[in-house]
């Protein structure tokens, strides 16, 4: 079609090459250098100017576009042009486009995860609350004042007992007569706390089902409250289940009883629930996403990272954030790379480019509320001028996979986010010992 000066090679694979050749003439044309060079040394494939002529990417979505118009006035089968909407549906999202407010007075140091509290009988009614894990290993319960431009706050309850700076927070959405909280710590240990507004914490029960030393990396309660896993760069996966009272009196009082453990050969490094009774995880070298049902305390599917379905590691996924429908699944990469998946399948809905992560950093991502944009932590691009680099937060449209705002304020790597449960409002906390709220 184009020309193809690499036909005869007996070691390419040609679709694959030119597939390449486009996106790399994307992100040179649109000034992704850095994204640029993670593809090519990725798929093993330079970029050669003048290989495609110019726009080739936008050709080809014209004419898939103009293809899919087609279909949908030609269809004949009764089927809803809104299942279509996968691909390329109208973008009409609501995003976060500014800074609202810094938290005053900072954390005395880094802020290593953040959760918004999710509705509660026991809360206040029209206020916000937040919940911080520091370095320090302080679990902190703080009111915001959203309409006070200046940040004031008010941390009204602060919990010591952790023992080790905190790195995962979640919340029993299903509870009542109080606020149930799920710590897990870089010290191997797991803590489920209580919370009342105008009561101190109460520490209910703690576990100690992974290696000590090795950093609880998530720890999330299933929808319905009824299990728990974590996640442990011991390498294993634990699933617990709420225990009966014959159970919790012989466990010493723990509301919930550990029913398996899975093992893997590298670090599990994130977790999240896709149903009621369904979890999926991603492990350090793996090209696997791993499935398990909880019910069933047994891993059910796996389904590949990889768009070529070989078996070549060539990233890692350090985030995973399923819709809230939970037909989709964003993994966010160590390779500065977001990829959507159609959940329990290999399907690749989107892969999102412009944020870069270091060695160093854990990017992290959200879903916007209407599930039409989705949002990642970034180290930033060095600043030509001072060679520092500005730590952001990256926004993209979901259907045409453009980038369309970047979110700054933070002066050093930003290490958590997180999205309120009905509004569209995210804050993040970093290593500048600070926490960000942007509307």
Same mark, same amino acid.
């Given at each position: 079609?184009?020309?193809? *000066?690499?036909?005869?090679?007996?070691?390419?694979?040609?679709?694959?090459?030119?597939?390449?050749?486009?996106?790399?003439?994307?992100?040179?044309?649109? %000034?992704?250098?850095?994204?640029?060079?993670?593809?090519a040394?990725?798929?093993?494939?330079?970029?050669?100017?003048?290989?495609?002529?110019?726009?080739?990417?936008?050709?080809?979505?014209?004419?898939?576009?103009?293809?899919?118009?087609?279909?949908?006035?030609h269809?004949?089968?009764?089927?809803?042009?809104?299942d279509?909407?996968?691909?390329?549906?109208?973008?009409?999202?609501?995003?976060?486009?500014?800074?609202?407010?810094?938290?005053?007075?900072?954390? *005395?140091?880094?802020?290593?995860?953040?959760r918004?509290?999710?509705?509660?009988?026991?809360?206040?009614?029209?206020?916000?609350?937040?919940?911080?894990?520091?370095?320090?290993?302080?679990?902190?319960?703080?009111r915001?004042?959203?309409?006070?431009?200046?940040?004031?706050?008010?941390?009204?309850?602060?919990?010591?007992?952790?023992?080790?700076?905190?790195?995962?927070?979640?919340?029993?959405?299903?509870?009542?007569?109080?606020?149930?909280?799920?710590?897990?710590g870089?010290?191997?240990?797991?803590?489920?706390?209580?919370?009342?507004?105008?009561?101190?914490?109460?520490?209910?029960?703690?576990?100690?089902?992974?290696?000590? %030393?090795?950093?609880?990396?998530?720890?999330?309660? @299933?929808?319905?409250?009824?299990?728990?896993?974590?996640? @442990?760069?011991?390498?294993?996966?634990?699933l617990?289940?709420?225990?009966?009272?014959?159970?919790?009196?012989?466990?010493?009082?723990?509301?919930?009883?550990?029913?398996?453990?899975?093992?893997?050969? %590298?670090?599990?490094?994130?977790?999240?629930?896709?149903?009621?009774?369904?979890?999926?995880?991603?492990?350090?070298?793996?090209?696997?996403?791993?499935?398990?049902?909880?019910?069933?305390?047994?891993?059910?599917?796996?389904?590949?990272l990889?768009?070529?379905?070989?078996?070549?590691?060539?990233?890692?996924?350090?985030?995973?954030?399923?819709?809230?429908?939970?037909?989709?699944?964003?993994?966010?990469?160590?390779?500065?790379?977001?990829?959507?998946?159609?959940?329990? @399948?290999?399907?690749?809905?989107?892969?999102?480019?412009?944020?870069?992560?270091?060695?160093?950093?854990?990017?992290v991502?959200?879903?916007?509320?209407?599930? /039409?944009?989705?949002?990642?932590?970034?180290?930033?691009?060095?600043?030509?001028?001072? /060679?520092?680099?500005?730590p952001?937060?990256?926004?993209?449209?979901?259907?045409?996979?453009?980038?369309?705002?970047?979110?700054?304020?933070?002066?050093?790597?930003?290490?958590?986010?997180?999205?309120?449960p009905?509004?569209?409002?995210?804050?993040?906390? %970093?290593?500048? /010992?600070?926490?960000?709220l942007y509307?």
């Open positions: 079609m184009f020309g193809d *000066p690499y036909r005869d090679r007996e070691d390419t694979n040609t679709r694959f090459f030119r597939n390449v050749q486009c996106i790399l003439q994307f992100l040179r044309d649109n %000034g992704l250098e850095a994204s640029l060079t993670s593809v040394s990725e798929t093993g494939v330079e970029y050669i100017d003048g290989y495609l002529p110019g726009g080739a990417l936008d050709c080809a979505l014209d004419l898939y576009e103009d293809y899919r118009v087609k279909q949908v006035a269809s004949s089968d009764g089927a809803d042009p809104s279509l909407q996968v691909v390329l549906p109208d973008h009409t999202g609501h995003i976060c486009r500014s800074q609202l407010l810094t938290v005053d007075p900072p954390h *005395p140091k880094n802020v290593l995860t953040i918004f509290l999710p509705p509660s009988p026991s809360l206040s009614q029209h206020q916000t609350f937040i919940a911080t894990g520091a370095a320090d290993s302080v679990l902190r319960i703080i915001l004042k959203l309409d006070d431009s200046s940040g004031a706050s008010e941390v009204v309850a602060a919990y010591e007992g952790m023992r080790s700076p905190i790195l995962t927070i979640d919340f029993d959405k299903s509870s009542g007569g109080g606020l149930l909280l799920l710590l897990g870089m010290a191997g240990n797991v803590q489920l706390v209580r919370w009342e507004e105008g009561r101190a914490m109460e520490l209910l029960h703690e576990y100690q089902h992974h290696a000590t %030393g090795k950093p609880v990396l998530c720890a999330r309660f @299933s929808p319905d409250g009824r299990y728990i896993v974590t996640a @442990s760069k011991d390498r294993t996966l634990a617990l289940e709420r225990a009966n009272d014959a159970e919790a009196e012989s466990s010493g009082g723990g509301r919930f009883v550990q029913r398996a453990a899975f093992t893997f050969t %590298g670090e599990v490094l994130a977790i999240e629930w896709v149903g009621v009774d369904e979890c999926v995880a991603s492990v350090r070298g793996s090209y696997e996403l791993h499935y398990f049902s909880a019910s069933q305390r047994k891993e059910t599917m796996r389904t590949t990889n768009a070529m379905r070989d078996d070549v590691v060539s990233f890692a996924v350090l985030d995973l954030k399923a819709s809230a429908d939970g037909t989709k699944l964003l993994a966010c990469t160590d390779k500065s790379r977001l990829i959507l998946f159609a959940t329990k @399948s290999s399907m690749q809905l989107g892969n999102y480019y412009g944020f870069e992560c270091d060695d160093y950093s854990l990017p991502c959200a879903f916007s509320l209407d599930g /039409k944009s989705v949002y990642a932590t970034s180290t930033g691009a060095h600043s030509t001028k001072t /060679k520092l680099q500005a952001e937060v990256v926004c993209w449209d979901i259907a045409t996979q453009r980038l369309v705002h970047r979110l700054r304020g933070h002066k050093a790597t930003i290490r958590t986010l997180a999205r309120h009905t509004r569209e409002l995210i804050a993040t906390g %970093g290593f500048d /010992k600070q926490v960000i509307s």
